[in-house]
């Protein structure tokens, strides 16, 4: 054992020192020092489990991250003994452990280094707090990049800095805040064109430091618990994505309805303001789903309650909505009024459901509706409980919440002390281990409740705090955000993020929550959202009287916004297929350059860029009277959106930005699926589905997913996915489909658009039938349109 000197906060560094004895017990290894245990556990080819017990005895093995569904496959793997060190391999990982002093080096089987400890493993007595933090010291590879880590407001490529996870309510946070409100700790490291990711799965504060303090070191710590760590191994980014995922869990589908647009404000109220908002979308034809109600819709802030006065016949307006095609979703904060005559907090109290501090009192403290208390959701049967509240809400015909203020953020106080006692599943602990995972536990609840009494039909759940793994049940937005020039790229970067973080389901306030845009921020952020799984316009005007609605701004700004919003439903089937592939693979559904395109240097620091799913490359305008911008395309070739321009990729190219447009291209080769348009989803059955064919003479491949939208019908094997493949040459168009089919959808045709054609078609075969081209099948020379059975299978062009 090797120990370095002490300060009074904390004690001397633990280094391990040689191995003494090992063992091997089905898919896991124990390697014994004098102090130190590491269990090396196998979970996959490529993914590998450490963890370190600091003085001899493991922590209970638990953990709110990792999903119940979780396989430990059964693979081939195997240990080697040499001289310095011992291999655990599998088929595409070798794993060395230094004899001298446990230091980890991993390589892929060829023996590529693939990364490395530093000084790895250590630890160190916290004198100031109690119990020891936790260590892990990796070197910084030649050209290394860092990603990942949930919502931090920064430049994509986090290698420099160093950043840490503590979930905070960051009111007006800025570029570079730290820590805001969610709680990822999982980083991605890329170089050499080699991709792995780290999932530290730990609940204390977390801090991860990217070579900032020392250059060529990349270190993790935590300030209690234990050094438990997922490798994932890549090579591509993507892949790593996927498998962090699948470990840390995939959600269902959400209802349709859910990808449309929704409204917000703080607040809308009374009852005839939201119908008077409801109409006006309906009058001017902008389509929208979903409407919120902010905490003005309650009596005094209690939760589960409705202000009478404002709204007398909740589920009366309810159903009036619902008539008009939109959905209600209500806000819902941890904050339970201290009031005697008030249910909730009664039963609360009677089976001591909230927080106590380490000397037994309640954990009080300031929130909206006064003093408050707060339920420990670390609890299970407290878990069960805060579900069952939902009944209620769901049977006056709310579809979805809104879970707030769960950091937790207390007035005043900023969030709980840490002396703040938690269950955490019959443990034990303090708040130093609870707090990350407060919000995430309060809306694991929230959703559970929610989707039992809204059965048969899916619900919706957004989220502002949670921990790592909160994508199986919730979607995030990115909180507090800015009206400004800036805040659109954050959260162009952010969003981006939070999606290679397992959570794909996000957007931010469009607009801006503070402050006031003008007409060409507001569209220029309509603009990016359209790209966002999660499409939501929110501001706290109430102050001000200040407007954020798309018809806010003038009728310039407004027919604008109009175009894309109807854009955003025509792309839904495309949006749907692309969250089914994240639901299914893990695959996110926003993609940074440096995803798809990891051995070009050139996409490492991008971050204006991004894919949507595997066809939209979206580059958001982000300067107030921007009339051009350059865009980076990655190789391969690419058609511009607005008027089918074909180019080349691995070059920038430049492209005019006027109001109207976005930079949007679409991957040459795709098949886009499309939508008529429409006011909200499932306004009436879709009688033709549109596919736009991006001629291509390179293979390229495409799915369409579709089931109800609503329901748990796909679940019993009620959908369809309907796999194209483009093989076209100069000569000849050519695709191919091939589906299972188990769902009947409304429409029976789908009109074909094919863009970009090399020739102009006199020819068109369709099943081995020949079908006349007319003149009106011509939409430009370029540019062939024609109708076809749903079923069809094979389709050509001469
Ligand atoms: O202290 O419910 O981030 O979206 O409108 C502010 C009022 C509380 C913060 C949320 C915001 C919401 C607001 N909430």
């Known amino acids: 054992m090797q120990v370095e000197t002490s300060s009074s906060k904390y004690g001397a560094k633990h280094y391990p020192d040689g191995i003494r004895d090992w063992k091997k017990e089905g898919n896991y290894f124990c390697f014994y020092t004098t102090e130190t245990i590491l269990e090396i ?48 391999y599998t088929d595409e990982l070798k794993v060395f452990i230094a004899r001298d002093n446990l230091r980890i080096t991993i390589s892929d089987k060829e023996g590529k280094v693939i990364n490395q400890d530093e000084m790895g493993y250590h630890w160190q007595h916290y004198l100031l707090k109690g119990g020891k933090i936790q260590y892990c010291s990796k070197l910084v590879q030649e050209g290394e990049c860092f990603y990942g880590l949930g919502d931090k407001p920064t430049e994509l490529n986090l290698r420099g800095k160093r950043l840490e996870n503590y979930g905070t309510d960051a009111y007006g946070y800025q570029k570079d805040t730290d820590p805001l409100y969610r709680n990822i700790p999982f980083y991605y490291g890329l170089h ?68 449309g647009y929704h409204q917000c404000r703080w607040s809308y109220y009374p009852d005839t303001r939201v119908k008077e908002i409801a109409k006006e979308f309906r009058k001017r034809k902008i389509p929208c789903d979903v409407i919120y109600l902010d905490i003005d819709y309650m009596d005094g802030f209690r939760c589960f309650t409705w202000n009478k006065e404002w709204f007398p016949d909740p589920a009366g307006l309810i159903k009036e909505l619902a008539a008009e095609g939109f959905k209600v979703v209500v806000i819902i904060d941890p ?116 989707k039992k009494y809204l059965m048969p039909n899916r619900s919706f759940l957004i989220t502002r705090s949670c921990y790592a793994g909160a994508q199986r049940w919730s979607s995030v937005w990115t909180g507090d955000n800015v009206s400004s020039w800036e805040h659109l790229w954050l959260a162009s970067v952010q969003c981006q993020r939070l999606a290679v973080s397992g959570i794909s389901f996000t957007g931010s306030d469009i607009g801006g929550f503070i402050g006031e845009p003008d007409g060409e921020l507001y569209t220029r952020w309509i603009q990016l959202a359209v790209f966002h799984p999660l499409m939501r316009t929110h501001s706290a005007s109430n102050e001000t009287g200040f407007n954020q609605e798309p018809w806010s701004f003038g009728p310039e700004y407004e027919k604008v916004v109009t175009k894309f919003i109807t854009l955003r439903y025509k792309l839904l089937p495309y949006l749907y297929t692309t969250f089914w592939q994240y639901a299914t693979h893990g695959t996110p559904m926003l993609r940074p350059l440096a995803f798809v395109a990891q051995t070009d240097v050139a996409t490492h620091n991008c971050s204006h860029e991004f894919m949507f799913g595997d066809s939209l490359l979206i580059s958001h305008v982000s300067e107030k009277g921007m009339q051009e911008k350059a865009v980076y395309l990655p190789a391969g070739n690419w058609y511009y959106f607005w008027n089918d321009q074909k180019y080349a990729g691995a070059k920038e190219i430049k492209v005019k930005t006027p109001l109207d447009e976005i930079p949007l291209f679409v991957k040459a080769g795709a098949v886009l699926p499309e939508f008529p348009e429409m006011q909200y989803t499932q306004q009436t059955p879709v009688t033709e589905m549109l596919l736009h064919v991006y001629f291509d003479d390179t293979e390229v491949k495409s799915v369409l997913y579709e089931d109800a939208g609503d329901h748990y019908g796909y679940k019993n094997g009620q959908y369809n996915v309907i796999r194209f493949k483009q093989r076209s040459t100069a000569q000849q168009f050519y695709l191919k489909k091939q589906f299972y089919i188990n769902y009947e959808t409304s429409y029976k045709n789908h009109r074909i658009i094919v863009h970009g054609l090399p020739f102009k078609p006199t020819t068109l075969v369709v099943d081995g039938q020949a079908i006349a081209l007319l003149p009106e099948n011509l939409l430009a020379d370029n540019t062939v349109s024609f109708v076809v059975p749903r079923n069809f299978e094979e389709i050509s062009m001469k």
């Open 192 to 259: 050499h064109g080699v991709g792995y990711g780290i999932f530290f799965d730990n609940t204390f504060r977390t801090i991860f430091d990217f070579g900032k303090e020392r250059e060529d070191a990349c270190s993790f710590w935590a300030r209690g618990g234990e050094m438990n760590y997922y490798f994932i191994y890549g090579p591509d980014l993507l892949e790593v994505a996927e498998s962090y995922t699948k470990i840390t869990g995939t959600p269902e589908l959400p209802p349709l309805w859910a990808l």
């Open 41 to 88: 556990r196998v979970i996959a080819d490529k993914i590998i489990r450490f963890r370190y017990a600091a003085e001899g005895s493991f922590q209970r093995d638990f953990s709110y991250a990792t999903s119940d569904t979780l396989e430990e496959s059964p693979i081939a793997f195997g240990i080697k003994e040499w001289e310095e060190t011992f291999e655990i």
């Open 335 to 450: 904050g339970i009024k201290v009031d005697t005559d008030y249910a909730v907090y009664q039963e609360g109290i009677k089976n001591n459901y909230f927080c106590k501090r380490a000397d037994g009192a309640l954990m009080e403290g300031d929130v909206w509706p006064g003093k408050c208390v707060f339920p420990d959701y670390t609890n299970p049967e407290v878990r069960e409980w805060w579900s069952s509240l939902f009944k209620s809400l769901a049977e006056t015909g709310v579809r979805g919440v809104w879970n707030d203020m769960n950091e937790p953020a207390v007035f005043e106080m900023g969030s709980f002390p840490e002396d703040v006692r938690h269950d955490y599943d019959g443990e034990e602990v303090s708040h130093r281990k609870a707090h990350n995972v407060y919000g995430h536990l309060m809306s694991k609840a929230t959703a559970a409740g929610m």
